[in-house]
């Protein structure tokens, strides 16, 4: 089992940034790809970003490309979300998720309980 905890949430002006962190433990000794999604009220869970164990593979949804980057400290067992550039619609409770291979379907076997992100114009 792997339990993961968000943090880094809360509220920010449009145009401005927040670093949203994702500490993993349990049985983190397994080579565990990492991803992000966010779901906002009323909408389906969407997959935002992903890396793999080694950090050589990483991929993002094109609605934050340019503008969100993802990376991870194995040694801190820690996975970052550095989101620059915010609008409203990046408005939502982000999902840390841990999974076997990097893929941005929701097929991740391992959630977080989220952190909320919200945007004001």
């Known amino acids: 089992q792997v339990q993961l905890v968000e943090s880094g949430g809360g509220l920010v002006q449009a145009g401005g940034s927040l670093r949203l962190s994702c500490v993993a433990s349990?049985?983190?000794?397994?080579?565990?790809?990492m991803g992000w999604f966010r779901q906002a009220p009323g909408k389906e869970r969407e997959f935002v970003a992903a890396?793999?164990?080694?950090?050589?593979?990483?991929t993002y949804a094109d609605s934050v490309k340019g503008r969100f980057t993802i990376s991870r400290d194995n040694a801190k067992n820690t996975v970052y979300l550095q989101m620059n550039s915010l609008n409203p619609e990046d408005t939502a409770r982000y999902y840390c998720?841990?999974?076997?291979?990097?893929?941005?379907?929701?097929?991740?076997?391992?959630w977080g309980q989220g952190t909320q992100v919200t945007v004001s114009s």
């Open positions: 998720a841990a999974n076997s291979v990097v893929t941005m379907s929701r097929r991740y076997a391992y």
């Open positions: 349990g049985r983190t000794s397994s080579n565990y790809a």
């Open positions: 890396i793999s164990w080694t950090g050589t593979t990483i």
